[in-house]
Each structure stands twice: as C-alpha cells, then as structure tokens.
C-alpha cells in the first residue's frame, strides 16, 4: 500500500463509492469513460460471496469478469442508500438494486426473501479504494430454493 498523501472527507469517500456503483451500473466504465479498475490502489483487495478474496487489479478483474459474465444489467438505488461513517478511511453503504441475471431477474423486495440487498464496507484512501467487502446473496435469481425449503412457504 502506497503511503498517505492527503485526507479525505467523508464525503469525498462517498463520492469514490458512489462512481464504483454507478460503474458497475455503466458495465464497468466509469464517468469518465475509464474502466471501474481504474477506482482502486493497485493492491487493492475485493470480496464477493461466493468467489472468494480477490487481491491486486488482475484478480479484481477476473472477479468482476466472473460475476459480470452472468449479470445482463443492475442499476442501483442511489435514492435509498445508507451510508454509515467510521471517522476514518471506512466508509459503509447499504442499498437495494434491480436487475437481470443470465438465470432471470432480479428486484429488491420483490419477494422480499431474494436478491437486491447489499451491504458494501470501503476502505478508502488517496482517491482510491484500497479494499471493499460486499455482502449480498449472490443467487440474483432467486433460484437456490430447493436447499432452503422455508423459501417455498414465503412469497
């Protein structure tokens, strides 16, 4: 990790966060027309559920790669978020989204059991992101309900 150069706000965090979800709401290209992997500190560090601990730009990539490769579109509900302040370099958002997945679609509340729940915690520093940790059930489609019978009983 690279050393410190300046201090940011919290607002400025913010605003880092926000371009990665309006990236990936983009298909991978920021505001500025670079790619979302331009966001992060090139040891940056990334957990998706199901895939594991991403570390460094390339894995990140691949990462993003994977779970893009079965995401036909998201869009996030920037309306809704919660954002939640350590005073320090981490930030957390919680949010809810919409979407199609490659095994069909996906909107949060709908039912209230499926995907489009999320909880992302940044580590945040010198513009980039060093780290981020996103909770959320990766079965967009609502399909995994054989292994979770109370599933059938709730709509």
């Keep these: 990790m690279a050393l410190t150069m300046q201090t940011m706000t919290d607002e400025q965090r913010k605003s880092v966060a926000i371009e990665y979800l309006k990236a990936f709401d983009n298909g991978g290209v920021t505001s500025t027309g670079g790619s979302i992997l331009d966001l992060f500190a090139d040891d940056a560090q990334v957990f998706f559920p199901k895939w594991g601990l991403a570390n460094g730009t390339d894995q990140i990539g691949k990462l993003f790669a994977d779970v893009g490769g079965m995401v036909k579109s998201i869009v996030h509900h920037y309306a809704h978020f919660n954002w939640i302040f350590s005073g320090g370099d981490v930030i957390v958002c919680e949010g809810t989204s919409h979407g199609e997945h490659r095994d069909g679609p996906w909107r949060a ?32 489609a609502g399909k995994d309900v054989a292994r979770y019978p109370w599933l059938n009983t709730h709509g």
Excluded: S
């Design 109 to 140: 509340g709908d039912p209230a059991w499926g995907a489009g729940n999320w909880c992302d915690v940044f580590e945040i520093r010198d513009w980039k992101i060093q780290r981020v940790f996103i909770y959320l059930d990766p079965d967009y």
